[in-house]
Each structure stands twice: as structure tokens, then as C-alpha cells.
């Protein structure tokens, strides 16, 4: 989604500005632009498509200024065109915008009758004219304040000031914004990966919170206009993490690194000499929880799906599942001993964190499980549980896929052992089979080659199948989602018995099928609708375990998983998934780590 960049500094900025702006790439965008105060006049640049294009119009044409603003956008008020790339700018001022302001109407049509007038499509302009009609009779602060008050919706925000040359505003409310501090310069940045190479001391705007900046200091004001102290953050500066070293996405980088990734978070949990999984300080009593509910969007709700059969399986506890977006408007009756565990991998998505928000009004126990530490959601729950992945930058998620699953599965475990539902034989054998996942991981990536094969199959079909049962019903969704997302190819993924229920009827000969039938109490189930899938001419690829050679005939490609317990099996067949989709998107030339469309941080509803 849209990403914000603002700095102020003693030196030109438009460079460090374009280079923030190439790292918000990766939440997804389709115009560019940027202003600076140059010989006392706001020069804005935009144009459509990448910061590549941005780059050249400033290179043939640089700016001087030492302060100014940037932003990537991902649109949603009218087309991705220059015109209605941000920043939007009058005479006096010029802003960039996250979000969406739900009132933009009724405002566009009191400022026409005052006479403003109003260059784009876009919900961003109304904020930029609304400022400038306070700016003729109040301070910046005031002016701010006032137009906030007016905006309903989502949002952050960076300003700067044709009369006010040395100051950069930002604002926020339900989008994030965070501060950096340099030396002789500070920045605003949608995240803080933005800001990694300038610098990692930061801050974060809450909600209703405004910072002004100026090269030499930050003041930060509460939504009473009072100033306010804000703790200053350092952050980890592992620069390896976030390039792609030697691999020619940040997608392949990240499939790549799950042994590695799994292996730190394992070590996060796991006391090895304890043989004990350790959650410290969970602040609900487990054996008091009578309910719990996974929420989450897309591959994270993938994710809570798996937490169901993992809680069912090792707790009498009550689980339900629901998609943030559904979940944030329906009428939940709140109890207090359920629990609500909210998944996002950047912690950042805006129907997860809305959904959170309600419980927290609603005084429920809530838990986060997050990649992003330092995001919103991991700053709002009771409780955080990291999944230790590392930054992902690919828009499909992959390692934090298999990171969540982990700790939610070590969550089941622990909770499990504490209510005395599982044997401590079993507990203690879990525990052992997690430590063979990393290396269990690295044997069924080194299969590459096969993907590959399989691949050229997909690569020409105008849709797709993904089947399984129990555990491995999510991860066909999640194959299909991810196929879909990357190489645009029709996929969908079912239960295998409802197959008789209607779907079947899209079985025609040569539709590539992928059947996941570990060897698991549901195997032989699988096998017969995939056979029944056969029968009308399916073009079956089917991923197990079993080594039988039986079940091969007619089926078009069968890939072995390593043999693991079934509690291990949807990681070692969500790696495959993810290696079919990455292979095909690439012999299509689709852009890999930014799919049309799609943003990687969902930061509006
Ligand atoms: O950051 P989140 O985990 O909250 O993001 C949720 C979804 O937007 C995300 O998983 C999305 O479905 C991915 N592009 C899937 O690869």
C-alpha cells in the first residue's frame, strides 16, 4: 500500500528520499512522486509506474531543496495516473497521504464553494485544500489540528510548507507512521525499514499524535495539542537481512532461508536441556481459557485455519477462526475467559488491527503473533509471541507462513502440556521431531529441480486445483493463494471431499490438480477423490509421503515429502506450494516480489 517518506536535513534530500522511496517498493504501488521546497517554492514531481521513471525526471532536472516529502501510491481514489499521484500540492502547502478519508465528498464540495479548486481524483486533495483554507488565519499547528478534525477515515500523513521552510509534519491515525533521528536530519517513514539506511533510532506516532520536524529537533503533540516526550527505539541494523544477497528476488531469497529462519525461532521457544517450551509472562491462565479465536487475513488466516486442527487436536479447548475483515463487524459477545489471537505478519493490516482494536474496547484477553515487533498489533495485544522470520519483502509471504504455523504450534503444544492434555511422552517426543524441522526443511528445498518440472504444466492452464484434507485443507488453500497472487493462473483450493459437492464439475481433461495426501488418518479418503478426479481427466500432481508405488499410476507427478510426524507434514507441504507458484510466476515473467495489485502491507479496510 501506499508508503510516506519525509526529511528534513542540512543537505539536498531528493537522493535519500528516491532511495526510502525504492524501499517501500515492496508494499506495493503504482505511481511515484515527490516535493521539496526549492528557492522558496514547493516543486513537486510525480508520474505514473515506478520510482525508476521518478528517478530519471529528477536526474535530468535536481533539486536543490533541503526538505521534502515522497510517497509511493497504491490507488484507490481514481486511476494510477501522474496526476493523481501524490504529493497533492497548493500554492502554500503539499501533502502525501496514507489511507483513505471515508468524507472526502461532502468536504470536495464545501471547499468547490469556497472557490478551491481541485486538480485530481483523488480522497488526498481535500486534506491539501482543507489546509491551506486554515493556514490563511491560523499557526501550522492549529491549521493542522483543525483539518484532522474535520478527516474521517484512516491515515498518515507528511506536510511541508511553502511559507514554513526548515519544517516537515506528520500525522497519524489508523495508519502507522514512524520518526527517525539523524544526525542533522530527521525523517517521518511509513515503517521503519524506510528509514533503515538513514538511520535506526526511531520512534512511532500513535494515533491522534502530530510530530514536527526540523533538521535539528522533533516535537511531538498530542491530539490535545499538548507537547509530549516519545521513547526513542534502536533498532537491530542487520543490512544482510533486508537485501537479496546472491538471489534474484527477494521471493527465492526468502523460501530459501525457512531452515534457517525456523531454526532461530525454535531456538526463541525451545529449552533444549528443559526439553520445555517456554512462553514467559502469558498473561491468561491456560486452563481458565475455555475459547479461543485465530484471526487474520489472507495467508495469516491460513495460518489460524491450522491453528484450529492443532488446538482440537491437543486441547479441549473451544476454537473458532475468523477473517479480520468479516470479524471487525459482527456482533462477538465478549467473554472473559476466551482469548483472541490476532496473526499478521507485519502487524501493520488494517482489518487486523481494527479487529483487535474492538476487543481491546471490549476488555478481551488478546495476543498478537507477529513478525514486525515494533508494528501496531504488537504494540496493542496483552501479549506478543515474534515468529522471529526476519524482514519479508516479498509480497507473498513464505517464511512467515512456516513461522506462524511454528509458533502456533508450539503455542498448542505448551498450552496442551500446562492443561495436562497431552502425555509428557508425547510433549517431550514433539519437542524432538520440531528439532529435525530446519533440517527436514533443507531436504525438501533442495528439490527444486522437481518443482521445476511440474511447474511447465502450470504454466499454460487457465486454472487449478489444490485438494486436501484435515491439516492439509489450509495448505491448499494457501498453494492456491499463492499460484494465484504470483503467476494470475485460476486457482482454487477445496477440501477434497467436498469435491462431489459441486467442484467436480470443473474437472475436465488435462486441468492440472494437486492433491496433498500425507499419510495421515485421512490418506486413503484422499486418494479416492483424487482418483475420482482422475477419472474425469484430471491432470493429477500429488504430494505425499507414502512411498507406495501403486497409488503412481495416472497420476501425472507424484513428490515425496520426507516421513514426519503429522503435526510436521503441513510445513514440508506448504515448501513445494510455494516453489510451484515461485516457478511458474517466473517462466510467465510475472513480477515476482510485486504482483500486480497487491500491496504487502494491507494499511486500508
Ligand atoms: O501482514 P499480514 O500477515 O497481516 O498480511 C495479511 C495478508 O495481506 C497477507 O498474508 C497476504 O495474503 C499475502 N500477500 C499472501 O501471500
Same mark, same amino acid.
Given at each position: 500500500?501506499?508508503g /510516506?517518506? =519525509?526529511i ?5 534530500v531528493?537522493?535519500n528520499?528516491?532511495? $526510502?522511496?525504492?524501499k ?13 521546497i526549492?528557492?522558496?517554492? !514547493? ?7 515506478? +520510482?525508476?521513471?521518478l528517478?530519471?525526471i ?10 521534502g516529502i515522497g ?14 499521484a501524490?504529493p497533492?500540492?497548493?500554492?502554500v502547502?503539499? +501533502? ?9 465528498n461532502? /468536504? ?5 464553494k ?6 485530481s ?5 481535500v486534506?491539501?485544500?482543507?489546509l ?5 488565519n491560523? *499557526?501550522?499547528l492549529d491549521?493542522?489540528h483543525?483539518?484532522?478534525e474535520?478527516?474521517?477515515?484512516s491515515?498518515a ?21 514512524a520518526?527517525g533521528? =539523524? ?10 525499514? $524506510? &528509514?533503515?539506511s538513514?538511520t535506526?533510532? /526511531?520512534s512511532?506516532?500513535e494515533d491522534?499524535e502530530i510530530?514536527?520536524?526540523t533538521? *535539528?529537533k522533533?516535537?511531538?503533540?498530542n ?14 541494523n542487520d ?8 538471489f534474484?528476488d527477494?521471493?527465492s531469497?526468502? !523460501?530459501?532461508e525457512?531452515?534457517?529462519?525456523s531454526?532461530a525461532?525454535?531456538?526463541e521457544?525451545?529449552d533444549?536441556?528443559?526439553k520445555?517450551?517456554n #512462553?514467559?509472562? #502469558?498473561?491468561?491462565?491456560p486452563?481458565?481459557v475455555?475459547?479461543i479465536t485465530?484471526?487474520?487475513c489472507g495467508?495469516a ?5 491450522i491453528a484450529?486442527?492443532l ?5 479441549s479447548?473451544? +476454537? ?7 470479524f ?8 472473559k475467559?476466551n482469548l ?12 487486523t488491527?481494527a479487529?483487535?482494536?474492538l476487543?481491546?474496547?471490549n ?6 503473533i ?7 498489533i504488537?504494540r496493542?495485544a496483552? %501479549?506478543?509471541?515474534? /515468529?522471529?522470520?526476519?524482514p519479508?519483502i516479498?509480497v $507473498?509471504s513464505?517464511?512467515?507462513f ?6 502456533l ?12 492434555e497431552?502425555t *509428557? ?5 514433539s519437542i524432538?521431531?520440531?528439532n ?5 526443511i ?5 528439490k ?6 511440474? $511447474?511447465?504444466? #502450470? ?9 486436501g484434507?484435515? #491439516?492439509s485443507?489450509?495448505?491448499a488453500?494457501e498453494?492456491a493463494?499463492? &499460484? ?6 485460476h486457482a482454487e ?8 459437492h459441486?467442484p ?6 488435462g486441468?492440472p ?7 495421515d488418518?485421512y ?9 475420482e478426479v ?10 505425499t *509421503?507414502?512411498d507406495?508405488?501403486i !497409488?503412481s499410476?495416472?497420476i501425472r507427478y507424484? %513428490?515425496?515429502?520426507?516421513n ?21 510466476a517466473?517462466?510467465k515473467n510475472?513480477?515476482i516480489d ?6 504487502k502491507?494491507?494499511? +486500508?479496510?
Amino acid at each position: 500500500m501506499c508508503g /510516506i517518506i =519525509g526529511i528534513a536535513s542540512a543537505k539536498p534530500v531528493f537522493g535519500n528520499i528516491i532511495e $526510502a522511496l525504492k524501499k517501500l517498493e515492496y508494499r506495493g504501488y503504482d505511481s511515484a512522486g515527490l516535493s521539496t521546497i526549492d528557492n522558496g517554492e !514547493i516543486n513537486e514531481k510525480k508520474c505514473s509506474g515506478r +520510482v525508476n521513471n521518478l528517478e530519471k525526471i529528477l536526474f535530468k532536472n535536481p533539486s536543490k531543496g533541503k526538505l521534502g516529502i515522497g510517497h509511493v501510491r497504491w490507488a484507490t481514489h481514481g486511476v494510477p495516473n501522474e496526476i493523481n499521484a501524490h504529493p497533492h500540492s497548493s500554492e502554500v502547502v503539499s +501533502v502525501v497521504h496514507n489511507g483513505i478519508i471515508e468524507n472526502s465528498n461532502s /468536504i470536495k464540495n464545501e471547499l468547490i464553494k469556497k472557490n478551491y479548486l481541485f486538480k485530481s481524483q483523488t480522497d488526498t486533495e481535500v486534506i491539501t485544500q482543507l489546509l491551506t483554507n486554515y493556514l490563511k488565519n491560523y *499557526d501550522i499547528l492549529d491549521s493542522v489540528h483543525k483539518t484532522l478534525e474535520r478527516l474521517e477515515g484512516s491515515f498518515a500523513l507528511g506536510i511541508i510548507f511553502k511559507n514554513f521552510k526548515d519544517i516537515v509534519v506528520g500525522a497519524r491515525r489508523g495508519s502507522p507512521l514512524a520518526v527517525g533521528y =539523524g544526525h542533522e536530519e530527521n525523517y517521518i517513514g511509513s515503517d521503519s525499514y $524506510a &528509514l533503515k539506511s538513514m538511520t535506526n533510532k /526511531i520512534s512511532y506516532l500513535e494515533d491522534g499524535e502530530i510530530c514536527i520536524l526540523t533538521k *535539528d529537533k522533533v516535537e511531538f503533540y498530542n491530539s490535545e495539542k499538548n507537547k509530549i516526550n516519545k521513547e526513542i527505539l534502536t533498532l537491530s541494523n542487520d543490512e544482510n537481512k533486508t537485501t537479496k544477497g546472491d538471489f534474484k528476488d527477494f521471493m527465492s531469497k526468502e !523460501i530459501n532461508e525457512q531452515s534457517v529462519t525456523s531454526k532461530a525461532c525454535l531456538k526463541e521457544y525451545i529449552d533444549h536441556l528443559r526439553k520445555d517450551i517456554n #512462553f514467559y509472562n #502469558f498473561p491468561i491462565n491456560p486452563n481458565e481459557v475455555n475459547k479461543i479465536t485465530f484471526i487474520g487475513c489472507g495467508t495469516a488466516y491460513h495460518s489460524c485455519l491450522i491453528a484450529k486442527y492443532l488446538f482440537e487436536d491437543l486441547t479441549s479447548i473451544t +476454537v473458532e477462526t475468523d477473517i479480520a475483515s468479516e470479524f471487525r463487524y459482527r456482533k462477538i459477545k465478549f467473554k472473559k475467559n476466551n482469548l483472541y489471537v490476532f496473526v499478521s505478519q507485519s502487524g501493520e493490516t488494517a482489518d487486523t488491527f481494527a479487529a483487535l482494536d474492538l476487543c481491546k474496547k471490549n476488555n478481551a484477553n488478546t495476543c498478537a503473533i507477529v513478525n514486525v515487533v515494533e508494528s501496531s498489533i504488537a504494540r496493542t495485544a496483552n %501479549f506478543v509471541l515474534p /515468529i522471529h522470520a526476519g524482514p519479508e519483502i516479498g509480497v $507473498a509471504s513464505t517464511k512467515a507462513f512456516i513461522g506462524q504455523m511454528l509458533v502456533l504450534y508450539l503455542l498448542s503444544l505448551k498450552i496442551s502440556k500446562v492443561r495436562n492434555e497431552i502425555t *509428557d511422552q508425547n510433549y517431550t517426543k514433539s519437542i524432538n521431531d520440531l528439532n529435525n524441522l530446519p533440517s527436514l526443511i533443507k531436504e525438501v528445498l533442495a528439490k527444486r529441480d522437481e518443482i521445476q518440472i511440474i $511447474a511447465k504444466d #502450470f504454466v499454460d492452464s487457465k486454472g487449478t486445483m489444490f485438494l486436501g484434507r484435515g #491439516f492439509s485443507y489450509p495448505i491448499a488453500l494457501e498453494g492456491a493463494l499463492k &499460484l494465484k497472487e504470483l503467476s494470475y493462473i485460476h486457482a482454487e483450493g477445496y477440501p477434497a471431499g467436498e469435491m462431489k459437492h459441486g467442484p467436480l464439475a470443473l474437472i475436465e481433461d488435462g486441468l492440472p490438480v494437486v492433491v496433498l495426501a500425507p499419510k495421515d488418518k485421512y490418506f486413503e479418503k484422499t486418494i479416492s477423490n483424487m482418483q475420482e478426479v482422475i477419472a474425469r481427466g484430471g491432470k493429477v500432481f500429488l504430494f505425499t *509421503d507414502d512411498d507406495s508405488e501403486i !497409488i503412481s499410476e495416472n497420476i501425472r507427478y507424484k %513428490f515425496n515429502i520426507p516421513n514426519s510426524n503429522d503435526y510436521i507434514k503441513p510445513f514440508l507441504l506448504t515448501l513445494p506450494l510455494q516453489m510451484l507458484a515461485y516457478y511458474v510466476a517466473s517462466f510467465k515473467n510475472c513480477d515476482i516480489d510485486k504482483p500486480r495489485n497487491l500491496a504487502k502491507s494491507v494499511t +486500508v479496510e
